[in-house]
C-alpha cells in the first residue's frame, strides 16, 4: 500500500481528500497545519509522495516544499491549490505538479499514479487482467 502525506489547512477538505484516497487504497498521514515537522514525519513514515496546500501566495508552502527536497531530492510534492496560475507557478518553486482546487477524482489520481510508477503498474496489470476475462 502506497503512503501518502497530503497537508491542508481546511479540516473539511482534508477529510474529503483522505476518504477519496484511502477509497484507492492509498495510506493516507492528514496534517492540519503548516507546523508539523515534515522531515521527521518523512523519515518516520517513508511516504511515496507528499501533498501541500498552496495557500494564497504559497510562500508558506514554498519554504517547506524546499525543506523536503533538501533532504528528499527525489521524493514528489505536489502543490495543491485554487489559484488560477498555480499551473504556471508549481515548477518554478520546486513542486513536481499540482492538482487544482476543486477537486477532479480522476485527475487527483492520475497525478499522484504518475509519481507512484508501482501503483501504476498494478493498475495496468488488474486492468489487463480483467479484459482477458
Known amino acids: 500500500m502506497e503512503t501518502v502525506i497530503v497537508q491542508d489547512t481546511d479540516q473539511s477538505i482534508?477529510?474529503?481528500?483522505?476518504?477519496?484516497l484511502q477509497m484507492e487504497n492509498f495510506h493516507v498521514n492528514s496534517v492540519l497545519d503548516y507546523d508539523s515537522n515534515f522531515i521527521d514525519m518523512i523519515a518516520k513514515l517513508k511516504p511515496h509522495v507528499v501533498m501541500l496546500d498552496y495557500k494564497l501566495d504559497g510562500k508558506i508552502c514554498i519554504k517547506i516544499c524546499h525543506e523536503i527536497k533538501n533532504v528528499y531530492p527525489h521524493l514528489?510534492?505536489?502543490?495543491?491549490?485554487?489559484?488560477?496560475?498555480?499551473?504556471?507557478?508549481?515548477?518554478?518553486?520546486?513542486?513536481?505538479?499540482?492538482?487544482?482546487k476543486p477537486f477532479d477524482l480522476d485527475n487527483l489520481y492520475a497525478v499522484l499514479r504518475k509519481h507512484i510508477p508501482k501503483?501504476?503498474?498494478?493498475?495496468?496489470?488488474?486492468?489487463?487482467?480483467?479484459n482477458l476475462a
Open 119 to 130: 501503483q501504476e503498474a498494478k493498475i495496468l496489470a488488474k486492468k489487463a487482467g480483467e
Open 14 to 20: 482534508l477529510d474529503i481528500l483522505t476518504i477519496a
Open 76 to 100: 514528489p510534492v505536489i502543490a495543491m491549490s485554487c489559484n488560477s496560475n498555480i499551473n504556471d507557478a508549481y515548477d518554478k518553486h520546486g513542486f513536481d505538479d499540482y492538482i487544482p
